[in-house]
């Protein structure tokens, strides 16, 4: 499966975004996604993951409360929606696949390229 990541920008501390995670294969609907980012100098670090059906997801302490993970099966997209963003947030952020699912896993076997999320304060 392929995986192209978008909706990245600049935003104020307090805003929001919604990041997009387009997918392409035929089994789409098998796979569990994640969202992972990387801040500058630190590294790769877990965010938020959904089942294949959906009815399981788990995020870090970091963004729970926060951020949402979603899917639509029917177009092959998975959606991470940003709330209450902080300066903190800040990151490239990438969306990964993986036939497993396991509430916090981070090896994933898919990933795509990044997205980068810059919250000024």
């Known amino acids: 499966v392929q995986l192209q990541a978008s909706g990245g920008g600049l935003v104020q501390a307090g805003g929001s975004l919604r990041l997009s995670c387009a997918a392409s294969?035929?089994?789409?609907?098998?796979?569990?996604m994640g969202w992972f980012r990387q801040a500058p100098g630190k590294a790769r670090e877990f965010v938020a993951t959904i089942s294949w059906s959906a009815d399981r997801t788990y995020y870090a302490d970091s963004v729970k409360g926060r951020f949402t993970i979603s899917r639509d099966n029917a177009k092959k997209m998975v959606y991470l929606q940003m709330n209450s963003l902080k300066p903190e947030d800040t990151a490239v952020y990438y969306c990964a696949a993986d036939r497993v699912w396991v509430a916090g896993r981070s090896e994933y076997a898919y990933w795509g390229q990044g997205t980068q999320v810059t919250v000024s304060s």
């Open positions: 294969g035929r089994t789409f609907s098998s796979y569990a």
